[in-house]
């Protein structure tokens, strides 16, 4: 059967993007339905161990900008439509998880032989219903199934000893910066964890969508059906290992060295260390679903490894955003917030900013140590205008973006 589409990915960005989230946010929630229509029907075999093509996905943005629960149900949506495809519970518990994977548990044919396989999707609009960064136990599982082990067991109290065939996991869900720092123990951060999941960072709407059904094309639902129809031939046909051709290990190699000796230097936060040791596998991953986004060829060409690593460096720069108030005093946050105040503001007087900041700060002395921070650091300014002393940030807030471009997933 043929698919309706040369590139399936391009051509769900184009579909998904008639909001207003990050055009990159569109992509990724594609590469996750990819990658749960995959399953763990296809591996990269690296003979000391093998790459499956599961994701950990985390949406992070400020509440209520860039509707990443929308842009997640998108994507979700049309992978439910698939049939072999099956989706975990909603809240994660260990028995909760053993009931998901017993029901999915099933076998498919490569090679005249047969592979068990118990592959679930789990999808949520909050982080916090399917991780629970205290718990040990589930994070350690989480670490586990990332790096494709064929079985799990684990002992209880109450059922004795649980032990699941070839499990696996895609997951995709959506938070903010302050859960994140309500949350997650500084200690975890660039942990074995942290270092496996994709965090896709946006606090812009990338264009004002006021009347969605505006943007929404005539033939929305024939294109829907279109997609769904080629996530059930991948989940159908594709199958087996991958091989990468010769011009894309050569390109590889020449990336590895290059990082290793160059970029991962820069890389001096805790986060970026535990996610440098693993950015080869997860740019391994995501050629993977690149490659089979274009056809069903289980080949990794090298335009697939160059477009995920362009992929994963668009990330980069924001992942510090992320993390960014785990550890930090209220009145640093506080600062923070009063100088993003400023630069939405564009100018506003010395009264109103006082009177913002005098929300948080009743004592008039922090709120002059605010404003002396944050303009012996360069972030603010004061300027003499005809309606007298105005505050200003001297970076004003980027212009957002007209529109998105379907030709590129970035």
């Known amino acids: 059967m043929a698919r309706h589409f040369d590139d399936w990915l391009l051509a769900y960005v184009k579909y998904a993007g008639v909001t207003e989230a990050p055009t990159r946010m569109h992509a990724w929630c594609g590469v996750s339905a990819i990658a749960g229509a995959l399953r763990r029907r296809v591996w990269l075999d690296m003979k000391r161990y093998k790459v499956f093509c599961n994701f950990y996905v985390c949406l992070v943005a400020p509440p209520g900008v860039i509707a990443k629960s929308t842009s997640i149900d998108v994507a979700m949506k049309l992978l439910r439509r698939v049939p072999a495809v099956k989706f975990g519970p909603d809240t994660v518990t260990w028995p909760a998880l053993v009931t998901a994977f017993a029901d999915s548990s ?8 047969w592979h068990p396989m118990s592959a679930i999707t789990l999808e949520a609009s909050e982080l916090g219903s399917l991780l629970t960064p205290q718990d040990r136990e589930q994070v350690a599982l989480y670490i586990t199934l990332w790096d494709g082990r064929d079985h799990y067991s684990k002992v209880t109290k109450h059922s004795g000893s649980d032990l699941v065939e070839a499990p696996w996991i895609n997951m995709i869900a959506g938070t903010t910066p302050n859960w994140i720092a309500d949350n997650m123990p500084k200690a975890t951060i660039g942990g074995g964890l942290t270092s ?20 929404v094309d005539p033939t929305d639902k024939t294109i829907a059906d279109k997609l769904v129809a080629d996530l059930e031939h991948i989940a159908t046909e594709v199958c087996g290992p991958f091989t990468i051709s010769q011009e894309a290990r050569i390109w590889e190699r020449a990336r590895y060295e290059h990082f290793w000796r160059v970029e991962s230097l820069n ?6 260390e535990g996610y440098a040791a693993r950015k080869q596998t997860h740019i391994f991953k995501t050629a993977m679903i690149l490659s089979v986004s274009r056809g069903d060829s289980r080949r990794v060409e090298v335009e697939d490894l160059q477009l995920a690593a362009q992929m994963l460096d668009d990330l980069e720069p924001d992942m510090q955003k992320v993390f960014s108030t785990i550890g930090r005093t209220d009145e640093s946050l506080h600062a923070e917030q009063f ?21 948080h700060f009743p004592n008039f002395r922090d709120f002059e140590g605010i404003l002396s921070g944050g303009i012996q650091s360069g972030q603010l300014r004061i300027v003499s205008t005809p309606l007298g002393m105005m505050l200003e940030a001297s970076q004003p807030m980027p212009i957002v973006k007209a529109a998105i471009t379907p030709d590129t997933l970035l």
């Open 267 to 272: 890389m001096n936060s805790n986060l970026l």
């Open 339 to 359: 100088i993003d105040f400023v630069r939405r503001k564009g100018q506003l007087p010395y009264a109103e900013a006082y009177r913002m900041i005098h929300l």
């Open 106 to 113: 099933e076998a498919f044919s490569y090679e005249d032989a």
């Open 196 to 215: 496996r999941i994709i965090f896709v960072f946006g606090d812009q709407k990338e264009k004002f969508i006021a009347l969605v059904d505006e943007y």
